[in-house]
């Protein structure tokens, strides 16, 4: 999945350009907040974890019916800008789930603090992730913090805490390290 994901981000663009795959999902906006799944025009079912992590970072659009008639077929919004990924990228480098290398370009922009929960769109919100990361991330059970100095803290359903900081910044050691004897 992530290299067909690679190839369709990056097909005749530039390396710096990301060209989104175009997924049509059908979820209603309750489905979507309860952490539901949704239906893809194929019938290709997606869990809800799959489909809220390509939410975090997707172009939407906005489809009103009434029946099976479309009344209003509303413009795109980016949740997610080019700036906004090409800062994230920046300062992550790759995907920053603990211990994982996956490049820049293979990753998605995610909301620590989901959008559905209020969380902004903005870099003290917003990490890469590399699709494994991104799904796992939205499973009952995980969860995220962003720290102000980019630590990105992740627990596990089990309680363990992981943590990563962006590449080249350095974890401040403990007070006790500078305590006098």
């Not at 489905?31 to 025009?41: F, H, I, M, Y």
Request: proline share 9%; glycine share 8%.
């Amino acid at each position: 999945m992530n290299i067909a994901k690679r190839f369709l981000d990056h097909e005749e663009q530039p390396p710096a350009r990301r060209n989104r795959p175009h997924v049509n999902v059908i979820v209603t906006r309750d489905d979507l907040e309860a952490g539901r799944g949704g239906e893809c025009a194929d019938g290709t079912v997606l869990d809800g974890p799959s489909l809220a992590s390509l939410v975090c970072d997707s172009v939407w659009h906005r489809v009103v019916m009434a029946g099976s008639v479309i009344l209003d077929y509303g413009s795109a919004t980016r949740v997610i800008s080019p700036n906004l990924f090409n800062a994230l990228v920046v300062r992550d480098r790759h995907c920053r789930f603990p211990g994982c290398d996956r490049p820049a370009s293979w990753a998605d922009a995610h909301h620590v603090v989901h959008v559905e929960d209020g969380g902004p769109t903005c870099p003290s919100n917003c990490v890469l992730l590399c699709r494994r990361h991104h799904v796992r991330l939205h499973r009952k059970g995980w969860s995220a913090e962003l720290k102000p100095d980019a630590e990105l803290v992740v627990k596990d359903p089990d309680g363990r805490v992981f943590t990563s900081h962006p590449p080249g910044s350095r974890p401040r050691p403990p007070p006790e390290m500078f305590a006098v004897a």
